[in-house]
């Protein structure tokens, strides 16, 4: 296995969005593929995937607002605001014919963007997505569902996440197979790195629909959900094993309610499997992208 790097060697580029600076890693020419994180990540979570795939087309990473290098400006970091945000940098750039690579709460915001702007988007790729509402705790794996639970408790969950920086100190690292080095935890921390600037991370957890609540999540998902298995769009699910957010029995359903989809084993991997196989990742969207 190649071990990756924990360099981030990309030119730094900043975009205007409603006042606030929303920073983007930009390489390639073509059509663009526009690399979407989650929470707790940034931009710098595709760092070893980007390059197998720069020769291809225009690799577009930005840092959501308020994470990685972007601004934070004084908002809620509601998914509605991170929509708001997204939507604009996407039309000030001009983003045409877009194919989306996602992740976690990127996938919530690629899949949300696509199912309104399906003629804006030639192929959706994704891992480790968040596909559905989950109907209820039963469904995390036992390993996390407690820590989940007190996250969701609001006082508890913001002295566990804004004052103890519990996310990136135990969720991110505990969700990878091998150990991540110092310099890779400080680029993931560097973003984070006093109270007041986590809060996305806990608005992020608390916008999670789990059994029916949020109610305005949960219509979100079903709605983004009925359009997936409905649009013939080209897709590719890479997906580990075990997986945590896409686990056995959702790979399943994914190949068996969605049209045109590709799926690729990218081997063992807990949730951020950009960290343990990404130039597993890197050769099957190159593959995948050249046949579209």
């Known amino acids: 296995m190649v071990t990756p790097s924990a ?131 039963e469904v995390f794996p036992d390993s996390v569902r407690a820590l989940f639970q007190e996250f969701r408790t609001r006082e508890t969950g913001r002295e566990l996440i804004i004052d103890q920086n519990a996310f990136i100190e135990q969720v991110l690292p505990h969700s990878i197979l091998r150990p991540l080095t110092d310099a890779e935890m400080a680029w993931y921390r560097e973003p984070f790195v006093n109270p007041a600037s986590r809060e996305p991370i806990w608005r992020w957890v608390n916008n999670l629909p789990i ?40 790979v399943d359903w994914c190949q068996h309610h969605l049209k045109n989809l590709t799926t690729k084993d990218v081997g063992p991997g807990l949730h951020y499997i950009q960290e343990d196989s990404p130039h597993l990742i890197g050769s099957a969207l190159a593959q995948w992208y050249a046949a579209l």
């Open 7 to 137: 360099d981030f060697p990309f030119p730094s580029h900043s975009q205007s969005v409603f006042g606030a600076k929303m920073h983007y890693i930009d390489e390639g020419t073509g059509d663009p593929i526009l690399f979407l994180h989650g929470n707790p990540t940034s931009s710098y979570l595709w760092r070893n995937i980007l390059p197998t795939l720069s020769h291809l087309g225009r690799c577009i990473a930005p840092d959501l607002i308020g994470m990685g290098r972007s601004e934070k400006p004084d908002i809620a970091y509601h998914f509605f605001d991170h929509v708001h945000y997204l939507e604009e940098f996407i039309q000030t750039l001009g983003l045409q014919n877009i194919t989306l690579v996602l992740h976690d709460w990127g996938s919530a915001l690629g899949f949300h963007y696509a199912s309104r702007h399906a003629s804006n988007i030639k192929g959706i790729a994704f891992m480790e997505a968040l596909l559905m509402p989950l109907p209820g705790w």
């Open 211 to 250: 059994a029916g609540s949020p109610v305005e999540m949960v219509e979100v998902m079903e709605a983004y959900n009925h359009w997936l298995q409905a649009t013939d769009l080209p897709k590719l699910l890479c997906y580990a094993t075990p997986g945590v957010v896409l686990p056995t029995p959702l």
